[in-house]
């Protein structure tokens, strides 16, 4: 509690420069107008706000017109005004969005929508959006509309055409003639997304009442509006192509950048605790590896294709603390070896980073907190050329922290350039680096008995600390990559993509863990082992894949060959493994040493190669289906002192799916996958292990509530079969016949409900247990699975007037009790957890302070072995972030 008192006067200062900014600041829209020849138009306001206050009532929109036309579909918004309209751009997915916030629908049935106008959109709706703005949405099938806008004898005119590139384009395809294309949406997390751009029609003769004749010049404040909201509609991670969400028979969750900035993310245990069916088994600052529990089942880097970056494998041990580069987060739940090779069944997790942007961005944040928190970080982007086909990212950030926890200090510093090159009108090159340096002091946990069980001695206080004040490891992860694609058509693209990922420890790191005998027979005596501990990993990816469209008759195919070739290899060297003991409730530090016991070092290699091909059939326009499979071979050479083993196998993957739209905003899906991953070591009598499988049946619904909000429903049925577990008639050897099987239902919604309010949240009921073992009861429950967890987040900023960018966030997370070891001999007790947020929007400047565990409420994050480890109490963080 150190540093709360000097931190909370800069938290509140932080608070109160903000709410000083509120009458100070300029209108938050930063507005791109183009001039008027009308010669009776009174010439606009310079902004939005001031705009505002001249026009004292909205634009009456008094019908909504649908034309087709060459190239695509026009939507005319009929009215006799001669006001200026002020129109807001946006899109995502396949979704192109105008909102013009200064005017109202007068229609006889209030609101506007066509399904299906023309051949590639799939709807077309305009809505009211509060009292003075409305919203024209038009969803592509294929992908989002390009668009132009235009006066016509005082009618506003959105000419839309149909997109004809693939969504896994790299350039787009150029516009009709005559007409101007927006940009079509990204490919890459972060990158602009479309903005209006305006036709000028040519001078006409006059009137005889001085109006121009046909298309008429009117002034249009435009603004240009980067991708926004709870809601993501498009993602990768499922089919490695850029495949709409309700059309992969899967469920997927995705944490965006709005959600991670309003929640003041932090570190990777907060990101995913917006991801239904995800716990963990330790603490933020535990540095132990990060160890987190989907579908029932555990996911570690060092298991395979349970973490990825950007679509390819994270190795060594993952950070858990929130880089300033990271743009989103995916989770899909369930088997993917399908895509990304040896896994655990559970789910994978892919780590989405910032990409280069086609105009100049520039931002820097500062955030403080409680516990001596302090970060700094700096996000620069744009274009290095005047065509721009070089375009930069550069992100750079610094965190030190202390922590509620006695004793432990933290620091990690990382540097993130990116750069993009359109080789050819086809072909983009992307190099991407990334540099980190972490230094924390190591911690374990806690013993559970005095904490969630009782101790004669009475309660172990919470923030104490189990290791060494000297006990620190200091390491740094360096990652160098590329990815190249080229587009051979509209049609056919090719991807390939390399990742190499160092991590190295420094010399001497010696870290404290508690052992498996935990407190001595007094029940105050800590048993702990000081282990002098170098651990260097190398983890190599090269990722090569084609993706085309093609039919065959009426029935059209995506289709995904590919190949994957990974390397990863671990050295570890203990030159001393030293017993200690501590006085749990009056620790003294500074270690009693005693003989030191045998150290060891050793090696592993592992290499993987991997082919996969797949399938999205459209067999009708509401009927999909996805065929998968992948053949793996791997081999495994492990060195420990002088001993060496050596390990090979194969293994194939299939994943089968089905989507049935009944009605556009609707999918119903089932699906089967499996998975697979190799064990180490071998049976009594020689011969190698044979890889864990996991084998998913799940069914599922996704529905479109709005364009703005979806939600999705799941049930699925996972087991995962050959578990070693110990031989009863070799004790010193282990078998495959352990069997383990997890089972569940979990509902999720994400999107925005009205203007300004938005929602992220989700429900998990999960039944994991043991099956099958030789040693531990059939119908024990898995470790660190509640029955039933949920999280919600919600936030609202108020959209107009004087307090127009104010906000605010409310924030509850359950976790419900669960078992603390696989013997089920105690348990982590449940907990809800309330955090809030107070923010401020104004032009590019924001304010904020996130306050979690707002009552302070005990509470444990996870177990691991013997050790619990405690939640954080009541922290405030205050941030302020300035664009220009």
Excluded at 470 to 479: A, H, S, V
Excluded at 642 to 670: E, H, K, M, N, T
Excluded at 737 to 752: D, H, K, M, N, Y
Aim: hydrophobic letters at 35%.
């Amino acid at each position: 509690m150190s540093g709360w008192k000097s931190s909370r006067i800069c938290v509140w200062a932080i608070a109160s420069i903000a709410l000083s900014l509120l009458g100070i600041l300029p209108s938050r829209a930063a507005e791109v107008k183009t001039e008027s020849r009308l010669q009776d138009l009174q010439r606009p306001a310079t902004t939005v706000k001031d705009w505002l206050a001249q026009t004292s009532t909205p634009i009456e929109i008094t019908g909504v017109r649908l034309n087709q036309t060459a190239s695509g579909l026009e939507v005319l918004l009929e009215t006799t005004s001669k006001q200026p309209l002020s129109i807001v751009t946006s899109g995502y997915g396949r979704t192109y969005v105008a909102n013009i916030v200064n005017a109202r629908l007068a229609l006889p049935e209030g609101s506007f929508r066509q399904d299906n106008p023309i051949a590639g959109i799939t709807v077309v709706s305009v809505t009211q959006q509060g009292a003075n703005g409305i919203r024209i949405s038009a969803i592509g099938s294929e992908g989002i509309p390009v668009a132009k806008v235009r006066q016509s004898n005082g009618n506003t005119v959105f000419s839309l055409t149909t997109p004809t590139v693939p969504t896994a384009q790299i350039p787009q395809s150029a516009p009709p003639e005559g007409e101007t294309a927006l940009p079509q949406t990204p490919t890459q997390p972060g990158e602009s997304t479309p903005e209006v751009q305006e036709e000028i029609p040519a001078p006409q003769a006059p009137a005889p009442d001085g109006t121009a004749q046909g298309d008429e010049e009117m002034e249009i404040v435009v603004t240009d509006e980067r991708e926004e909201g709870y809601r993501v509609p498009n993602t990768s991670v499922g089919t490695r192509t850029d495949t709409p969400l309700r059309d992969i028979p899967q469920s997927i969750q995705v944490v965006p950048q709005e959600v991670l900035r309003d929640q003041n993310v932090n570190t990777l245990d907060e990101a995913l605790r917006n991801v239904s069916g995800v716990t963990t088994n330790s603490g933020p600052d535990s540095f132990s590896e990060a160890g987190y529990i989907i579908r029932g089942f555990g996911t570690s880097s060092r298991s395979g294709g349970n973490f990825l970056r950007n679509g390819l494998r994270e190795g060594g041990d993952i950070l858990r603390d929130f880089t300033p580069n990271i743009e989103r987060i995916e989770a899909l739940l369930g088997p993917a070896s399908v895509l990304y090779g040896n896994a655990n069944p559970g789910g994978t997790i892919n780590i989405l980073t910032k990409q280069p942007l086609r105009d100049p961005f520039y931002a820097i944040d500062a955030t403080i907190g409680n516990y001596d928190f302090y970060e700094g970080a700096i996000d620069l982007s744009g274009p290095l050329n005047d065509s721009k086909t070089l375009l930069y990212r550069l992100n750079v950030g610094y965190q030190n922290r202390g922590s509620f926890i006695d004793l432990i200090e933290a620091s990690i510093f990382t540097i993130s350039p990116v750069v993009s090159v359109d080789i050819g009108e086809r072909t983009r090159l992307t190099l991407e680096g990334e540099y980190t340096e972490r230094s924390i002091v190591s911690y374990q946990g806690l013993p559970a008995v005095g904490t969630v069980l009782p101790n004669p001695n009475g309660e172990i206080p919470r923030d104490r600390f189990t290791g060494e004040p000297d006990g620190t490891i200091n390491n740094t992860i360096t990652r160098v990559g590329y990815r190249l694609e080229h587009q051979f058509s509209d049609n056919w693209a090719l991807q390939n993509v390399f990742s190499a990922r160092i991590q190295s420890n420094e010399p001497g790191n010696e870290f404290y863990i508690l052992t498996e005998d935990g407190l001595a027979d007094d029940n105050r005596t800590l048993n702990r082992q000081a282990i002098d501990n170098t651990v260097d990993y190398e983890d190599y990816d090269l990722a090569t894949y084609l993706t085309g469209k093609f039919s065959t008759g009426s029935i059209n195919h995506e289709l995904l060959l590919g190949i994957d070739l990974s390397s990863s290899f671990l050295a570890f060297d203990r030159p001393s493994i030293i017993p200690t003991t501590l006085d749990i409730f009056d620790p003294v530090y500074g270690r009693a040493t005693e003989s030191s016991i045998d150290a060891f070092d050793g090696d592993q290699l592992t290499r993987t190669l991997g082919i996969y091909v797949q399938n999205l059939v459209t067999l009708t326009e509401n009927l999909k289906l996805l065929l998968g499979g992948r053949f793996d071979l791997f081999e495994q050479d492990f060195r420990f002192q002088s001993d060496i083993d050596s390990a090979s196998g194969d293994a194939f993957s299939p994943r089968v799916g089905l989507v049935y739209q009944p009605i556009q905003p609707i999918s119903l899906y089932a699906s089967n996958s499996k998975s697979f991953l190799p064990v180490q070591g071998t049976a009594f009598g020689g011969g190698a292990f044979e890889p864990e499988g996991g084998t998913q049946y799940e069914i599922g619904l996704k529905a479109d509530v709005s364009e703005q909000l979806s939600a999705t429903l799941a049930l699925y049925h996972l087991t995962r079969t050959n578990v070693t577990t110990e031989d009863p008639d070799n004790l010193e050897f282990q078998i495959q016949t352990g069997e383990q099987r997890s089972r569940g239902v979990e509902l999720r919604i994400a999107g925005e409900i009205l203007p300004g309010w938005n929602i992220i949240a989700s429900y998990a009921y999960t039944d994991a247990q043991i099956t099958e073992d030789n040693t531990l009861p059939v119908g024990n429950r898995l470790d660190n699975v509640p029955e039933n967890a949920f999280n919600l987040w919600t936030s609202y900023e108020i959209q107009q007037g004087t307090l127009q960018g104010l906000g605010f966030g409310l924030g509850l997370f359950y976790v419900g009790e669960r078992q603390g070891d696989l013997d089920n001999s105690f348990q982590v007790p449940s907990y809800l957890r309330t955090d809030a947020a107070i923010f401020y929007n104004r032009d590019r400047f924001r304010a904020a302070l996130n306050f979690r565990n707002l009552f302070d409420i005990d509470y444990f994050e996870g177990s691991l072995g013997s050790n619990v480890f405690p939640g954080a109490p009541f922290t405030v963080l205050g941030t302020v972030s300035w664009e220009f």
